[in-house]
């Protein structure tokens, strides 16, 4: 098999248009659409709306199609997609988050065809956040000769380990399946490389069209999120001594165990999930899957202290996991937020029971292989779990992950309050089929409540009816998956002995009780917070508006972002992941936050998926009044000087939530934070004032590594040292020339009516970020920023061109070009 990537020379087609625009290809058609207060998605997709679009390639098949089949591979397509080959339908999909795989028919050498693909994403809302439009992720061409490796044929799968986590010796199961006829004398070939040096190798006969193979690989480096070791595998298709096709595969090698007893092991190991979910959009990119985004959202998640990752509420993208592979963060994907009882609309329900066993199969196809993986979500706050078709359905989910997969264990994420709601809910006439298309037990519902009512969510997981509801679910999963339910955690495992918890969604700000059950109540594995990553749409669930502001949790138009990451959406962490540092103890310094200066004084209307406001800044020129600063520190006392004076020590650590709040008239200057633990200064910080500031530009790379590469560039108002100013904003408009084009232009304002793909944006909190694609040729990038109030700026960066394509895990590497 050999994989190539297909993404250039397509043409875009919104409805209507004839001439279409060039777009190299991933591409989100619905982030260039203009927002609308009224229909569309509404809050849910952040008010863009739906639309049908066309892409068009022109391709010449090459000599080698007389004896070679050719496929066209798409990683996922959002919206009913329909794919033609001059002019004759050849397959489609209405799954956004499957891969799918097409052949494009009989080809005679030298022609040309024409590849149309039909995307209608028009019905919305489909979905309770933004979704985008279009091919939004990378697509593939395949080609397979008569005899090959089967495009799912490939099993790695470690059964023992013996010695410690570094140098331990492994055995290894590879099951290859291979299609074709063949020989007697056809063998397959694997190969264990490490660090580029050949460290196993085994060949076997094929019976029934498979090979199984035990490779012993001695002194493995065995994957963990702390030392994440990969494998290059090669497995090749031999016949004698011809080799006909080969695959090669990044994998780990390492063992899993789970119990109520000791919890979860890696390698035999103990781990506790420091764990956080994410979504599939890309922010200022729209939903747009680039690798280098993915490995950016990842690598920066991992930086901050979070080893863990929920996929909400789909399967992660290939790139996304290949990051989690890499750079090491254990992996809970996640199948589906619905399954028979609708959410919103347009959204797959009916499609559920037709559709998840094709979902289900693709997901693990791209799993199974994956050391990062750790466990299977079959669903995330399923109203119907409660109910006894929702039951029997969670079983047969269940049953089907463990036949496909039998090495990890499975969860549901199931909300106690949302569970109850569903179990009283009247269902409908027709109930065996729809259950809860008729009631209010939704997500949502349960959302609204909590907002209104405070901590209802958590407190409702107490109650013997949400124990009453979930009972049944959980007892279907390896793994009790609870939404907001830690304050239940020690009565579930009094009552279930056998029972293991993992916390599969919380608020940031409950993060002090939680880890307290975590590290406290055995059988509990950890915890996901809501979120990781700020993202478009389910507008309002998070930010903070002031004073006559419209509060709630569902705001109006413009709203446009959650509002409710621990970083936001260019990538700039907020107070919550300070908390997270303070309360794992993965930092010996306190970390400084301060309410924006610019609100002081104002009724703020809160929510709670969002902990606070603080940002990390005391750069507020032009204001002035009583600053209140947040110290989060697991220190027994911090101290808080400003300008060199002292203003007295709080209590901090486990006693106080992890948090000292002091309240300080504003003067410019320094503020400084000291931990003192036993009475003994352990670490400080501070923050400081910036002098008068321009307009700026850091880069967080110089290079770039042809057309699929980003460069992330901030645009930032501060002074020669790097410090932002805040409390000013200005807006900037961003232009790039040489080898390379602008991707985006993005910020963090959660409500704005500005085009999010225009050139020219409004900072927000002194910070815009420009995202710039690399190209084919290699030569200088030159980035130019010009503001209406604080000047213009340029900086360079390199483009290096077009390197050889990789192919996707799993994909065979035997030859790599970009068509």
Known sequence: MTKTLFTDDWTFHREGDVEGVPVRLPHDAMIGEPRVAQGGTDNHGGFFPGGVYVYRKRWTAP?????????VEFEGVFGECDVVVDGVRVGGSTSPYRAFRLPLGVLTPGSASLIEVHVDNSAVPNSRWYTGSGIYRPVWLDSVGAAAIAQD??????????????????????????????????????EFSFDGQLVARRKSGVQGGIAALDVPVPSAHLWSA????????????????????????????????????????????????????????????????FAAAERRRARLLKEAGYNAIRSAHNPLSRAFLDACDEIGLYVMDEL????????????????FREEWRADAAAMIQEDRNRPSVIMYSIGNEIAEAAVDAGVDLAEEITSFFTELDPTRPTTIAVNPLLAMMSARAKPSDDHEEKPLERTPATSTAANMLTAKLGRMMVLASTLPAADKATRAAFDRVDIAGYNYGFASYARARRRY?????????????????????????????????????DYLGEVGLGYWTYGSEPGGIAKPFPGVLAGCGAFDITGSAGATVLLAQAVWG??????IAVRPLDRAGQRANKTPWLATDAVQSWSWRGHSGVAEVEVYSGDDHV????????????????KRGYLARFRVPYEPGELVAIGYRRGVESGRSSLRSAAPARVRLRAETDELHGPDDLAYVWVELADADGIVEVGAEDRVTVSVSGAGTLAAVGSA????????????????????????????????????????RHGETAMTIHSLGAEPTAAPVGATNTEETSL
């Not at 101290?639 to 650590?653: D, F, K, P, Q």
């Open 639 to 654: 101290e808080l000087l400003i300008n060199g004076r002292s203003l007295g020590r709080r209590t901090a650590g486990p």
């Open 749 to 788: 304002t959660p409500s704005t009516s500005e085009s999010l793909v225009a050139s020219t944006r409004t900072t927000y909190r002194g910070r815009a970020i420009a995202i710039v694609r690399g190209a084919n040729e290699s030569g200088d990038v030159v980035i130019t920023v010009t503001s209406e």
């Open 63 to 71: 000599q080698d199609v007389v004896e070679r089949e050719y496929f």
């Open 226 to 289: 702390d030392r994440p070791a990969l494998y290059d595998v090669r497995v090749s298709l031999v016949v004698d001594g011809i080799e006909l096709d080969s695959r090669s595969v990044r994998s780990g090698i390492r063992t899993i165990g789970v119990d109520a007893r000791n919890g979860l092991r890696v390698n035999g190991r103990h781990v506790l999930l420091r764990g956080t979910a994410v979504h599939h959009d890309n922010g200022p990119l729209g939903a747009a899957t």
């Open 586 to 591: 993965s930092t010996a310094e306190p970390g």
């Open 497 to 533: 002995p056998d029972r293991v918890i993992v916390g599969t969604e919380s608020m940031h700000g409950d993060l002090p009780a939680i880890w307290k059950r975590v590290t406290s109540v055995a059988g509990v594995i950890g915890d996901f917070s809501w979120t990781g990553w």
């Open 153 to 190: 044929g490939i099993s790695i799968v470690t059964t023992s380990v013996d010695g410690g986590p570094r140098h331990s010796d492994a055995s290894v199961d590879v099951s290859v399946r291979v299609r074709g006829a063949l020989p007697p004398t056809a063998q397959v070939v694997t």
């Open 336 to 351: 589906s937020d619905v399954w028979f009882g609708r959410k919103t609309p347009h959204d797959g329900a009916p499609l």
